[in-house]
């Protein structure tokens, strides 16, 4: 068994293309009008969306809330971060490196932004805000039931891409937790190792495995508002 299931992100509940215009003109507006803004999600998505809520509404308070700046992809440097969060406070949105509890988000990954919400931190702080922006990251499409074991989180793999603790199951492209950058191009090469694999394995050839090297040397290009970056 394959399995190439993804994973999603926040989204919107419809995908009518007449809903998705309303609904774009209405959050517009109100980031516009806005007098204080959170961006929960301290990744690249999260600081690009702060800066473009700096472009549009300069007189906003803007918050980026995250326990930690940039933690994806691992192989960005302290001073990368560094370099960022200077940015950030050059245009003086305001960083809470602390976690939003759970209990104060929605249930449900159809929902992008909040409007007139209370968000309580980890610390029990609590803290109102006109427009929130949800940027919390991705999970699995599916759940999974595995030999009676339920999965809910990202399933775990070794270099042949075979879930851990199972023969002959195996788990490629963004549901594994085989790279924390989530690419159709990793997802493509993943595939052509395990087909590779599964070749020899029916072959009985042990000795020609391949194993997966994801490339090395990425660059990020992280634009913070039309101006900064």
């Known amino acids: 068994m394959i399995l ?6 926040n989204n919107t509940k419809s995908n009518n293309t007449n809903d998705l215009i309303k609904y774009t003109k209405d959050v517009s507006s109100k980031i516009h009008k806005a007098k204080t803004i959170a961006v929960v999600g301290s990744g ?3 600081i690009e969306f702060a800066g473009e809520c700096f472009d549009i509404n300069q007189s906003a308070k803007i918050t980026l809330i995250g326990k930690h700046i940039l933690s994806k992809p691992s192989s960005l440097t302290d001073r990368f971060r560094t370099g960022v969060k200077d940015v950030l406070k050059k245009i003086n949105i305001n960083i809470i490196e602390k976690n939003v509890q759970i209990e104060s988000l929605p ?3 159809e929902e992008r932004f909040l409007f007139n919400h209370k968000l309580k931190l980890d610390d029990n702080s609590e803290h109102e805000f006109d427009v929130v922006f949800l940027s919390n990251g991705y999970k699995p499409h599916f759940s999974y039931t595995i030999n ?3 999965i809910n989180d990202y399933l775990k793999v070794n270099k042949k891409f075979e879930v ?3 023969n002959n199951i195996y788990a490629i492209g963004d549901c594994n937790n085989y790279s924390d950058i989530k690419l159709a191009y990793f997802a493509a090469e993943m595939g052509i190792v395990l087909a590779h694999n599964i070749k020899s394995e029916l072959k009985n050839d042990k000795n020609n495995y391949k194993e997966f090297v994801p490339p090395q040397g990425e660059i990020c290009f992280l634009p913070i508002g ?3 970056g």
């Open 164 to 166: 851990e603790g199972y």
């Open 107 to 109: 249930n449900s990954w």
């Open 4 to 9: 190439s299931t993804g994973c999603t992100s």
């Open 226 to 228: 039309k101006n900064h």
């Open 148 to 150: 009676g074991n339920n």
């Open 44 to 46: 690249t998505v999260g």
